[in-house]
């Protein structure tokens, strides 16, 4: 947690990347165009002008519970942001919603009673140990962010414990997944090992063919 000190030094340094970009003493921007019964949410940027000639930012806006420093400085930020920037911020954005859609499966999950469960809703308990709790290919696919095809796809491959629930006399196969290997597929992450460059051999230069002389003989006559 940030202390008090370093949440004012961050708000100086918001402050004064927000007015080195501003070429007027009061400007207006919209930070939210959209649909709103009084019309877009505005914030009015008001530089003073202080005794020890430095200025002094002042924020006024017309939902001021919702925008301050940090909305402002990141509608600025935005606009100077180059292209990786956006793709590595876009990314960043989806594994969040990753995560929160995880975190909201993971919920339904322990609400939900289980099929193997107890009629009194407590987890079934074999010779003293406590049963895996399994998901369905549905969930699984659900909880991964893929399809079901590609979840059999990955329990073809050995990534996924699994038990066949359908019955024995039927072609068609039904599977329980422990939700443990499907949580140790989804939390698991790599990384790509740079390839290596073998150095290049230093530039030789040819030798050049010796030149020949001719050979006289010199005799006393």
């Not at 911020?89 to 107890?118: G, T």
């Amino acid at each position: 947690m940030m202390t008090v000190n370093q949440i004012l030094a961050d708000n100086r340094k918001m402050e004064r990347f927000i007015s080195e970009r501003l070429r007027t003493e009061r400007t207006r921007i919209v930070l939210s165009d959209g649909w709103r019964p009084d019309g877009p949410a505005w914030v009015d940027l008001t530089l003073l002008l202080c005794d020890d000639g430095n200025h002094e930012l002042v924020i006024e806006s017309n939902e001021p519970d919702a925008f301050g420093v940090r909305e402002v400085y990141e509608h600025f930020r935005r606009q100077e942001m180059t292209g990786w920037e956006w793709e590595r911020e876009l990314a960043a954005e989806i594994n969040r919603w990753k995560v929160h859609d995880l975190e909201r499966v993971m919920a339904v999950l322990r609400e939900k009673p289980d099929r193997r469960s107890n009629p009194d809703g407590e987890e079934p308990i074999v010779d003293g140990e406590e049963l895996p709790k399994e998901v369905s290919t549905a969930e699984a696919a659900r909880i991964l962010g893929v399809s079901k095809d590609t979840v059999l796809e990955l329990k073809k491959a050995g990534l996924l414990e699994y038990r066949n629930t359908g019955s024995p006399d039927s072609c068609r196969p039904v599977y329980a997944f422990s939700l443990r290997s499907v949580l140790e597929v989804r939390t698991t992450y790599q990384r790509d090992v740079p390839p290596y460059h073998r150095p290049e051999a230093p530039h030789r230069h040819q030798v050049k063919g010796k030149r020949k002389y001719k050979h006289f003989t010199l005799s006393d006559d």
